[in-house]
Structure formats: C-alpha cells, structure tokens
C-alpha cells in the first residue's frame, strides 16, 4: 500500500546525543515536511523540501538537520544543539505542482521523541 | 508570513449537538490553499478537506460542511449532529503556491454521550 512510514515509534536519546528520524514515502510525492508538535502549541515547521537535494527551513530549524538524497526519503536529526527536543515529529508528503495543482499533505504515524 | 488561528483551544459538547470550528488566516499572498485535518487519538492526521483561495463555495460532505469567506480571512467548520467518534483534534492549515505549510494550534473537540 502507498504511504509514508515513520520509524521508530517510540524513541529515547540521552541528553547530549545526536538522533536521526526515518521517514520513507512510497507516493511518489516531490514534497516532504517535518512538523513538531508539542501540546497546546499545534504543528510547528522545522523543515520542508519541494525537490531532490534542496530544502528550506520553516520555523524552528535551530537544533536540526535534514537531508533530501532520495525522493522517497527525508531523514530528520535532532542534534545536542536543540534545547528541549521531546516532543512528537510527523513527516508528510504532498505533490508538488504550480498553482492549482498543490495536493493536500499526507502524514506519518509520528515518532514520540523522549530525552531522558 | 503567513499565519493560521484556532483561538478556541477546548470545546466540549453533548452527542447530536452542532459544533463551529473557528478558523482564521493571514496571507499576503493572493494564491492560497485552506485545509482542515482531524487527529484522532493515534496520532496520525487525516485530510479532511481543501479549498483553494479562488473557490468561496462553501462545501457539505455527510455532516461536515466548510464555510469560506475572504472578506473575514476565516474557514470555519461545521459538525451537525456530533457523535462520540467526532472526539479529536482538528486542525486548520494554510499553504502557499510553493508549499509552505502551516497549522493553527489546534482545537480539542470532545464529544460527549
């Protein structure tokens, strides 16, 4: 079935350490996303990518990194510079086209982020 | 820069009430894209509707229905004769031509039995 997997699920890091958040689509979109989402706050976006090796940051990049190598992938890390990096990351994808052809995002199951 | 606000961050009804999300944007662009989204309990967000910024028809599916007026900036949401499984948060997003994505922060809906 065509969609977009978030893997892990459930992930813990230790103050101080790097830590990289897969997510995969199979729907051949150009556009992929990573949103943050803490409670009361909604989504939040950290990066957004319209094509192969380009991508753009949104709101809160400071403390992350991400790459675009492959159309179907879009790994996020979250490094030791991000303050306060527990919360839930969703990935989504969308088409990306010229003016009316802009599709609605697809989401992730989301990846809970724990520091501990 | 754009910017989306749900300024009404709980709402709690009763089964078969009608609810009204309230949704309002600011864009200086003159293309544009509205969405609304559900997330229930699991986490993963579900596409509910789209509206592009040259189409003020306002849209009726099953009990849903969207109301988009330019004049006000705003795309409400309408649930006639709520039911338990409405219970979620649901968000309002808007997006540019180059797909700059952005949510509200959201509004709980609890429907109660």
């Known amino acids: 079935d065509g969609g977009i997997t978030q893997s892990p699920k459930y992930l813990f890091r230790k103050e101080g350490q790097n830590v990289t958040l897969s997510c995969e689509q199979n729907?051949?979109?150009?556009?992929m996303y990573w949103y943050r989402q803490d409670p009361g706050q909604g989504l939040r976006l950290i990066y957004y990518?319209?094509?192969?090796?380009?991508?753009q940051k949104g709101d809160i990049a400071e403390g992350y990194s991400v790459s675009r190598e492959k159309k179907e992938s879009f790994p996020l890390t979250v490094t030791s510079a991000q303050k306060n990096p527990t919360a839930f990351y969703l990935c989504?994808?969308?088409?990306f086209g010229q003016g009316w052809m802009n599709t609605e995002a697809f989401f992730g199951q989301g990846t809970r982020l724990t520091v501990v | 820069a754009q910017k989306v606000t749900q300024a009404q961050t709980e709402i709690s009804v009763v089964e078969k009430e009608d609810v009204t999300l309230d949704c309002v944007y600011e864009?200086?662009?003159?293309?544009?894209?509205l969405f609304w989204y559900k997330q229930p309990p699991s986490g993963e967000l579900v596409f509910l509707i789209r509206?592009?910024?040259?189409?003020?028809q306002n849209e009726i599916s099953g009990r849903y229905s969207w109301n988009f007026q330019k004049s006000t900036s705003s795309f409400n949401f309408t649930i006639t004769a709520s039911q338990v499984v409405d219970s979620a948060v649901y968000f309002c997003?808007?997006?540019?031509?180059?797909?700059?994505?952005?949510f509200g922060a959201g509004t709980r809906l609890t429907v109660k039995p």
């Open positions: 989504a994808s969308s088409i």
């Open positions: 729907l051949n979109h150009d556009a």
């Open positions: 990518s319209q094509i192969v090796n380009d991508f």
């Open positions: 864009t200086r662009d003159t293309t544009y894209y």
């Open positions: 509206r592009n910024s040259f189409d003020e």
């Open positions: 997003a808007l997006s540019d031509i180059n797909n700059d994505m952005r």
